[in-house]
């Protein structure tokens, strides 16, 4: 069987050890085919995207309630900003969210 994994997924495999690292293995193997309904972050990873590819000002990354009135993205907001705030540079290939 091939599968592909993202590289949360990666991560969360590597930094466990012994029953929880079999365990999350297993998760991944059965979790569901990915549904853009179910995807929590889906328009907070869109819109700093277009925001980068579009070279508005990074302020208008903060204007989280122009995508969303969920406040539990707020936090993710506000480390995307320290980020940023020290230097924290990304490029994006076309096409990719």
């Not at 204007?63 to 009135?69: F, V």
């Given at each position: 069987m091939n599968q592909t994994i993202s590289?949360?997924?990666f991560v969360d495999i590597v930094t466990k050890a012994g029953t929880p690292k079999?365990?999350?293995v297993r998760e991944i193997?059965?979790?569901q085919e990915y549904s853009?309904?179910?995807d929590f972050y889906k328009a907070l990873r869109e819109h700093i995207i277009s925001?980068?590819?579009t070279n508005k000002p990074k302020?208008?990354?903060?204007n989280i309630e122009s995508i969303t009135s969920d406040g539990k993205k707020i936090p993710s907001m506000q480390s995307y900003r320290l980020l940023m705030s020290h230097g924290g540079q990304f490029t994006f290939s076309k096409g990719t969210v």
């Amino acid at each position: 069987m091939n599968q592909t994994i993202s590289l949360t997924q990666f991560v969360d495999i590597v930094t466990k050890a012994g029953t929880p690292k079999a365990s999350k293995v297993r998760e991944i193997l059965t979790a569901q085919e990915y549904s853009p309904a179910f995807d929590f972050y889906k328009a907070l990873r869109e819109h700093i995207i277009s925001v980068h590819q579009t070279n508005k000002p990074k302020k208008t990354i903060l204007n989280i309630e122009s995508i969303t009135s969920d406040g539990k993205k707020i936090p993710s907001m506000q480390s995307y900003r320290l980020l940023m705030s020290h230097g924290g540079q990304f490029t994006f290939s076309k096409g990719t969210v």
